[in-house]
């Protein structure tokens, strides 16, 4: 009589990692393992055995993250609270370097042929990026943009706010029955021009505009004339579509470019007022840094304001992958890279930026993706008929495991205000910091708008009819 299966992979995963297993091990052959005390433990499904010969030819995340994305693994419960215990786990058991040992690899290639799992390497899930050519190169940067973001305008529509504000949300409100996503990200857009004194005519340059959320918020109520870049065709196209239904053209462009590309023309009357980078930072690359840094640098005007936000690792320990990982590397956000926050600041203000605030949104951040992983999960029909059972399962772990790093300190995402000063090293900032970040009322801070149509004092300039 064959072995039952989970016991021999529990008990191998437990001489690996020198602890009990913290969630169920259910196998293909319907048995199961693990701590039995614990009912509302998550269990892991290995559906195929072909998830265990992954594991064998990629030790950990790589092969874990492949198994699950092509259907051989997958997760009965909560995922985040399967993520959260296997991370304490790793905590707890110093896993995070460990290297199997000869005889734990015998050990596992053992118990892999009494399981018929022994074989050639399986081909990686088709989700997977698959970049070629220099890293970071202007080629190569395209292509990373549009693995993840050339999805599918419908799915983004799907999970997103209407505003389509794919980045961390500003969250003013609290136990509000009627404050939600829409209401964070609106104020998350009101926050980023006001730290960055918009007014009537500024111009105002958006360096990885996304799907136009901010430009449109820009133009809209703070009567700035606005350009924006990004690498994406499906956003640039949405992009125009929403300019121009909203009859905008005439203040908002966006262009298909990259950052290296844009040019202020012959004379200073063409840099930008104020400018703004969302989440887009994390793309460029560690050697290209500063080459972005000083690009903020030469566009703006002096005594002009710049705003980033912008993801950020740990310098040790708690996963200080600067790309996130294997999985977020090969699936999610291919060649990003995110460093400490203090090494960023050092590039930014070694490009001649004076910073000037410095605004943590973590926790932010755990509020903003649990609404986006509640809407994957809750209609898993209509995102599946979207993207494919194979995005979806990507995206379900994204957004699980980036909400999980979030909630526990391992990613951190911050707004950095900058000023370009003068020649002379004048910023032209007011006095007062409330001022300065925008917050000189309560009235200013709740709503942008007045009643009769004016910005701070000033009439919002008019939109085409």
């Given at each position: 009589?064959p072995?039952?299966?989970?016991?021999?992979?529990?008990?191998?995963?437990?001489r690996?990692?020198g602890?009990?297993?913290?969630?169920?091990?259910?196998?293909?052959?319907?048995?199961?393992?693990?701590?039995?005390?614990?009912?509302?433990?998550?269990?892991?499904?290995?559906?195929?055995r072909?998830?265990?010969?992954r594991?064998?030819?990629?030790?950990?995340?790589?092969?874990?993250?492949?198994?699950?994305?092509?259907?051989?693994?997958?997760?009965?419960?909560?995922?985040?609270?399967?993520l959260?215990?296997?991370?304490?786990?790793?905590?707890?058991?110093?896993?995070?370097g460990?290297?199997?040992?000869?005889?734990?690899?015998v050990?596992?290639?053992?118990?892999?042929a009494?399981?018929?799992?022994?074989?050639?390497?399986?081909?990686?899930?088709?989700?997977?990026?698959?970049?070629?050519?220099?890293?970071?190169?202007?080629?190569?940067?395209?292509a990373?943009i549009?693995?993840?973001?050339?999805?599918?305008?419908?799915?983004?529509?799907?999970?997103?706010?209407?505003?389509?504000?794919?980045?961390?949300?500003?969250?003013?409100?609290?136990?509000?029955?009627?404050?939600?996503?829409?209401?964070?990200?609106?104020?998350?857009?009101?926050?980023i021009?006001?730290?960055?004194?918009?007014?009537?005519?500024?111009?105002?340059?958006?360096?990885?505009?996304?799907?136009?959320?901010?430009?449109?918020?820009?133009?809209?109520?703070?009567?700035?004339?606005?350009?924006g870049?990004?690498?994406?065709?499906?956003?640039?196209?949405?992009?125009?579509?929403?300019?121009?239904?909203?009859?905008?053209?005439?203040?908002?462009?966006?262009?298909m470019?990259?950052?290296?590309?844009?040019?202020?023309?012959?004379?200073?009357?063409?840099?930008?007022?104020?400018i703004?980078?969302?989440?887009?930072?994390?793309?460029?690359?560690?050697?290209?840094?500063?080459?972005?840094?000083a690009?903020?640098?030469?566009?703006?005007r002096?005594?002009?304001?710049?705003?980033?936000?912008?993801?950020?690792r740990g310098?040790?320990?708690?996963?200080?992958?600067?790309?996130?990982?294997p999985?977020m590397?090969?699936?999610?956000a291919?060649?990003?890279?995110?460093?400490?926050?203090?090494?960023t600041?050092?590039?930014?203000?070694?490009?001649?930026?004076?910073?000037v605030d410095v605004?943590?949104?973590?926790?932010?951040?755990?509020?903003?993706?649990?609404?986006?992983?509640?809407t994957?999960?809750?209609?898993?029909?209509?995102?599946?008929?979207?993207?494919?059972?194979?995005?979806?399962?990507?995206?379900?772990?994204?957004?699980?495991g980036?909400?999980?790093?979030?909630?526990?300190?391992?990613?951190?995402?911050?707004?950095?205000l900058?000023?370009?000063?003068?020649?002379?090293?004048?910023?032209?900032l007011?006095?007062?910091r409330?001022?300065?970040?925008?917050?000189e009322?309560?009235?200013a801070?709740?709503?942008?708008?007045?009643?009769?149509?004016?910005?701070?004092?000033?009439?919002?300039?008019?939109?085409?009819?």
């Amino acid at each position: 009589m064959p072995r039952a299966v989970a016991p021999q992979l529990a008990g191998l995963v437990e001489r690996l990692i020198g602890a009990p297993l913290p969630i169920r091990i259910r196998a293909w052959d319907g048995t199961e393992a693990g701590p039995a005390d614990d009912p509302d433990a998550p269990v892991a499904v290995i559906r195929h055995r072909r998830a265990l010969r992954r594991l064998l030819w990629n030790p950990g995340e790589l092969g874990l993250a492949r198994a699950f994305v092509a259907g051989e693994l997958e997760v009965d419960g909560d995922i985040a609270e399967g993520l959260s215990r296997f991370w304490t786990l790793a905590e707890a058991q110093g896993l995070a370097g460990v290297r199997l040992t000869r005889a734990d690899i015998v050990d596992a290639v053992g118990v892999a042929a009494r399981l018929r799992a022994i074989g050639p390497r399986p081909k990686p899930p088709a989700s997977e990026a698959r970049l070629s050519g220099g890293l970071h190169t202007r080629r190569r940067d395209r292509a990373a943009i549009a693995h993840h973001y050339d999805l599918s305008n419908e799915f983004y529509e799907f999970l997103l706010d209407p505003q389509m504000a794919y980045s961390c949300g500003y969250w003013t409100q609290e136990g509000s029955p009627t404050y939600g996503l829409v209401d964070a990200q609106r104020d998350k857009l009101d926050l980023i021009c006001r730290k960055l004194g918009l007014a009537p005519g500024m111009r105002l340059l958006d360096v990885g505009c996304g799907w136009a959320a901010l430009l449109i918020h820009a133009a809209q109520h703070y009567g700035v004339r606005a350009v924006g870049v990004t690498l994406s065709a499906q956003q640039q196209s949405y992009g125009l579509a929403r300019v121009r239904d909203l009859g905008l053209t005439d203040q908002v462009e966006i262009r298909m470019q990259d950052y290296r590309a844009i040019s202020t023309g012959s004379g200073s009357d063409d840099s930008f007022d104020a400018i703004a980078s969302i989440e887009m930072g994390e793309h460029v690359g560690q050697d290209n840094y500063p080459v972005y840094a000083a690009t903020l640098h030469t566009l703006l005007r002096p005594k002009g304001r710049v705003l980033v936000q912008q993801m950020s690792r740990g310098a040790s320990g708690r996963n200080s992958a600067p790309g996130g990982g294997p999985f977020m590397e090969r699936y999610v956000a291919p060649d990003m890279h995110m460093r400490p926050l203090g090494s960023t600041l050092d590039m930014l203000e070694g490009a001649g930026l004076e910073v000037v605030d410095v605004h943590s949104l973590r926790e932010h951040y755990v509020w903003t993706v649990r609404p986006w992983l509640a809407t994957l999960q809750e209609r898993k029909a209509e995102a599946i008929a979207l993207i494919g059972e194979e995005q979806y399962r990507v995206w379900l772990l994204y957004l699980a495991g980036a909400a999980l790093a979030f909630e526990e300190n391992r990613m951190g995402v911050h707004q950095f205000l900058m000023v370009r000063p003068d020649t002379r090293g004048s910023t032209g900032l007011p006095r007062r910091r409330q001022a300065v970040l925008g917050m000189e009322s309560a009235a200013a801070a709740s709503h942008s708008v007045a009643d009769n149509g004016s910005v701070n004092g000033h009439p919002v300039v008019p939109r085409p009819a």
